[in-house]
């Protein structure tokens, strides 16, 4: 039995004992194939792929080491600067309000562009009393001040609103409405854009559900919108271009970014745009000081892009519509309209005129606009077209689409001149469809100045 014993263990695991009183059988080994390669030959070949997948994940934390810090330095720059205030809170936006209440004149107020709408709202309902007139329109009207109105401070405020859009300009009026704190008179900058419903010409900042609201409850014109979504404002945290935008602007501010606040100082002479006590805008000195050559370089470039109309081939007539609509309440509720055309840099506007076709909605619009407002005996001031105006030449703007105040001035008289001139019957419309040559003639025949050579 011992050496029974002892022979099983011998055999080991390659024998298995058999039947009783046999002797144990040997159990063969697998057989081998002949592809498979020597166990040498098979560790390396796994130290291989284990090193070609360690590099790859090397090369991709490497990767992400780079890329993570610029995105997260971008996403700090983007709320820390915050040149267009997105992250705002409202109670901050309460202060500026009482700042603008108070007279105060603001600086750094472009931060705040995209809390614009929300601070006009707590004017509104701040304002006591009312201003005797508001201005509603966009930034090509923000020149328009207390002293080119000719009015008193407190009579007067600009409520017009950077990218303003046909919502803007009618749900704008309803906060007043709505509040029962109705101005004696309105001036409204009209736009060409305002009557294309392409997407190009909606900002995405106007609120549709306030127009929506107007609509329905004051004009009886059930209106279909879709609400904003909350978390919009998020994608600009990781937004490449207002990265930019807020890097030119630390530059710009010298490293000095300060939230706005009130101006320090000589007013004509601040790093960033200022927004008067009035409502109205001061570009920065820099953006006002820009010879004139980098004016007209600035109308072309636009051309190539024209704001808010490059895809408008036509006046939509639903919105002409509603908007003869709009104007014809506002004046069954006693208030004064005014309506005001801004000019076009001559080198943006020849431009459209000369591609026409192009922009047919563009040189569409204003003859649109006057046949609602004469229809509702509404003045009208200015023109698209600045040969239209006695006057005004390449120097009268910032860049292709922004007047200055001085080019205001040559067409619009104020409000108590204009209110007279309406109670007179006085013709204050213009030839908006005058030539450059037909107004260089004009304007040559209006001084004296034959043209011919003297003898």
Known sequence: MEHS??????????CR??????????VPAPASRPDDPPPTRQAAAAARRAGKNLWALARMIFVLALFVPLVVFMMYVNYTVDRSGIYQGDQY????????LSGQDITGYEQLNEQQRKILQILVNQFDPVPDTIVLGSSRIMQL???????????????????????DIVGSFYLFDRAGKLPQNLIIGVDPWLFNTGAEATDARSD????????TQKLGIPQEYEAEDPNLKWTSLYSPSYFQSNISYLLQSQGDVKRPQPVVGDLYNQLTEVKRYDGSLLYDRAFREQSQD?????????????????????????RLEIFQSYLSYVKSLGVNVILILTPYHPIAYDNAA???????GFMATEPAVRRVAAALDIPVYGSYNPHAIAGVSSADFYDGIHCRGECIAKFFPGVPAALENQANGVDVSLDYEITAEEAALRDSEASGDSGTEPV
């Open 17 to 26: 004992p058999g039947p009783a009183g046999a002797l144990p059988q040997k």
């Open 208 to 215: 549709k559900e306030l127009y929506a609201e107007f609509l």
């Open 354 to 360: 000369a591609n026409a076709d192009h922009y047919a």
């Open 145 to 167: 001040d207390t002293r080119l109105a000719g009015l008193e401070d407190g009579q007067f405020f600009n409520c017009a609103l950077t990218g303003a859009d046909f919502y």
């Open 93 to 100: 936006l309460r202060s500026v309000a009482q700042m603008l």
């Open 294 to 318: 980098a004016i007209d370089a600035a109308a072309l470039y636009q051309t190539s892009n024209f704001a808010f109309v490059e895809y408008y081939t036509q006046v939509d007539s639903d």
């Open 5 to 14: 014993e002892n022979h099983r263990d011998q055999a080991g695991p390659a």
